[in-house]
C-alpha cells in the first residue's frame, strides 16, 4: 500500500513539475502577426501601420543649382569674365627718333647693320631706297613708326626683306621693278587681282 502511495505521489509531482515549465516559455509570434512598432521601432508619425518607410524626398534640381550659384564670387549675378584688353602702341614715340640713325651705310663688302628707334615710314624706306641705289614710290604709308636693331649684319636685299616683313604686319608691302622701289597696299593689290579674275 505505501509503495502504491509513493508511486502515485512521485507521478503527481511529475505532471506539476511539467505544467509550470510549459508557463514559463513564450512563444513567438510569426512575423506577419507582429504589430507595426513592436521590436523597438516605432511607427514613424504619417506613416501607415504595415507600410514600408518612404525614403526622403531628394532636393530638386534648381535648388542645387542655386546652391552652386550662391556658392560662386557674386552669385547667380556675376559677371561672367571678361577677355583682357589689348594694349596698343601709341602712335608717336616716346622720344623723338634720332636722324643720326638713317645715316649708316653698306661697308666695302656690301653689308650693313643698322638700329632704328622710333623711325617714321616715311624716313626709313628713303634711307632704304638710298641704301639700295633704287628710286622710291608710294601712295600711302602705316602712320605709326619702326624700332628694329639688328644683331649682325646683312646684305641689302636681306634687309629689304627684313623691313617688309613689319610692312606687311601692318597691311603693306615693297615692291620692286628694276630700279623702282613701291610700297603698296596689300588689299589694294587683292581687289586689282579679283576685278583682273571678273574680266
Known amino acids: 500500500m505505501r509503495v502504491k502511495l509513493l508511486c502515485l505521489a512521485l507521478l503527481l ?3 506539476a513539475s511539467r505544467y509550470s515549465w510549459s508557463q514559463d516559455i513564450i512563444t513567438r509570434p510569426a ?8 521590436a523597438g521601432r ?38 561672367v569674365d571678361e577677355k583682357p584688353k589689348v594694349i596698343k602702341r601709341p602712335d608717336k614715340p616716346a622720344t623723338p627718333a634720332d636722324p643720326e640713325e638713317l645715316k649708316v651705310q653698306p661697308d666695302a663688302a656690301g653689308l650693313i647693320q643698322f638700329s632704328f628707334r622710333g623711325q617714321p615710314w616715311p624716313d626709313v624706306l ?21 624700332n628694329l636693331t639688328t644683331q649682325r649684319r646683312y646684305t641689302i636685299e636681306e ?11 601692318r597691311g603693306f608691302t615693297l615692291l620692286s621693278d628694276g630700279e623702282l622701289l613701291s610700297v603698296a597696299k596689300i588689299a589694294e593689290i587683292s581687289r586689282g587681282r579679283s576685278r583682273a579674275r571678273a574680266r
Open 42 to 79: 516605432p511607427t514613424p508619425p504619417g506613416a501607415t501601420p504595415g507600410a514600408p518607410p518612404k525614403r526622403p524626398p531628394r532636393p530638386s534640381t534648381a535648388k542645387k543649382k542655386q546652391a552652386d550659384t550662391s556658392a560662386k564670387p557674386g552669385g547667380a549675378k556675376g559677371k
Open 126 to 146: 628713303a634711307w632704304l631706297s638710298g641704301v639700295s641705289n633704287m628710286s622710291l614710290d608710294w601712295q600711302e604709308l602705316p602712320s605709326d613708326y619702326l
Open 159 to 169: 634687309s629689304r626683306d627684313l623691313i617688309n616683313r613689319h610692312l606687311l604686319a
Open 13 to 15: 509531482s511529475v505532471a
Open 31 to 38: 512575423p506577419s502577426s507582429i504589430p507595426p512598432g513592436a
